[in-house]
């Protein structure tokens, strides 16, 4: 144990265990990432509709072969990289696409964009994503697609998803946006078998110096039908000059070189960054694990977390009896953000009852239940763990969660002030 138990809460004055709200320190951008972008800078390829070897190629290659896959397409964003998955596996107007009822918003928006009814599954209390029950609970004969998300880092339980998905003629397309250097069963994610994406976006644990996706796949046709839809549905050919012949209705969907170039230096770092995360991270969690009334995340056997957000699940009955819910986190996370724990809520509410989302939804209200339970009770930690020096920071966290936990009593007076 340590000092973080003394000492009077900083949310009622007292000095709060760091001098202020924990800055986000991510990406690490190093000097080889500088110079393989200032490379690009230099060779004037930008684009990647070019016939000539590009960073876009070479980070293609790369992430097929970290993954062990035949083919990975570069593409804009994650939510893009959805989006074309899903239609070059055929899914559009009148399809039904069951997404996990937690997760980000664009795994719902891709499927709207591509003419398909987003149906969302609740989700597991420990896992935090859909399984093959409830999966199972949404499928109706306009099924046609199943986007499993590895929410967090960890992986969806794959083997038993894919079955229902199999038993049904549904294709499953892989939200990996979060889960870069995540195993399910000993394999990567993404290498799974199934078409899986992958976001670069800068805060992912696989960043780039702003937006980008990765689709990957074994699927040839698939993979082919990507690249078309990438570059306005045109086949470039390395042989000879563009044509300027739109074979399918496609998007100005590509990655640029200078986001390739960049990710393509960060992905030598992915698993040395990876397993000092694992190691800061379990460091962390096993300091807080037997405090009463937190659950914190977990990894099941058979699974390897990637840690890209850490959710903490609060038994709020417990430690505050008979105060309000919502009142009772408002005040917790009140009290770790003024001792310098930045912590977050990730997502507000069940995706169909996102305002842009809710005419769409067929399902009744209140349709799921645990993914309710699981906003309303829990807080996260985002990106200040992803660096591989956040080792300290996290004990300092540790010590934050301790001294807020002993002075337990004083939030549960507060709680109840605000909850009237
Ligand atoms: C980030 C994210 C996306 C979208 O990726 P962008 O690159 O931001 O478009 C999709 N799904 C999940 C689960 C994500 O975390």
Aim: glycine fraction near 8%.
């Amino acid at each position: 144990m340590n000092g973080g138990s003394v000492g009077e809460l900083a949310l009622t004055g007292g000095e709060p265990v760091l001098g202020s709200l924990a800055p986000v320190n991510w990406p690490r951008t190093t000097d080889a990432d500088r110079a393989a972008v200032l490379s690009v800078l230099d060779s004037n390829l930008f684009v990647s509709d070019r016939t000539e070897a590009t960073a876009v190629e070479r980070l293609e290659r790369s992430w097929a072969e970290y993954l062990g896959v035949r083919r990975c397409v570069g593409v804009s964003n994650g939510t893009t990289a959805i989006e074309l998955a899903l239609l070059a596996h055929g899914i559009g107007p009148g399809d039904e696409v069951v997404v996990p009822a937690l997760t980000f918003v664009g795994t719902a928006m891709a499927v709207v964009h591509v003419g398909a009814t987003p149906v969302y599954a609740d989700v597991d209390p420990v896992t935090f994503t859909m399984t093959a029950d409830s999966l199972a609970a949404e499928i109706t004969e306009r099924t046609r697609a199943v986007v499993p998300v590895h929410l967090h880092g960890l992986s969806a339980d794959l083997a038993a998803i894919d079955e229902v998905a199999r038993r049904h003629g549904c294709v499953v397309v892989e939200d990996a946006a979060q889960a870069h250097g995540a195993r399910y069963r000993g394999v990567p994610s993404g290498a799974t078998g199934n078409t899986a994406t992958f976001s670069l976006q800068m805060t992912k644990n696989l960043p780039t110096c702003g937006e980008g996706g990765l689709v990957v796949t074994d699927d040839e046709r698939v993979a082919d039908r990507i690249v078309q839809l990438r570059q306005f549905g045109e086949t470039i050919r390395p042989d000879r000059p563009r044509r300027y012949v739109s074979h399918r209705l496609g998007f100005n969907a590509k990655l640029s070189n200078v986001q390739a170039a960049y990710t393509s230096s960060q992905l030598e770092r992915l698993d040395e960054y990876h397993a000092a995360r694992r190691a800061n991270v379990e460091a962390f969690l096993a300091r807080l694990r037997d405090l009463d009334g937190l659950t914190c995340p977990s990894e099941p056997d058979g699974y390897e977390h990637a840690w890209h957000i850490l959710r903490f699940v609060v038994d709020f009955d417990r430690l505050f009896p008979g105060v309000d819910t919502g009142a009772a986190r408002g005040v917790l996370m009140r009290a770790l953000r003024a001792e310098g724990m930045p912590v977050t809520r990730y997502q507000m509410m069940p995706l169909a009852d996102q305002p842009a989302l809710r005419a769409l939804v067929r399902q009744k209200p209140d349709s799921w239940p645990v993914t309710q339970d699981v906003i309303d009770r829990s807080f996260t930690l985002q990106q200040r763990h992803l660096p591989p020096d956040a080792g300290p920071l996290l004990q300092s966290f540790a010590d934050a969660v301790e001294k807020v936990w002993s002075h337990r009593k004083v939030l549960a007076e507060l709680a109840e002030g605000a909850g009237r």
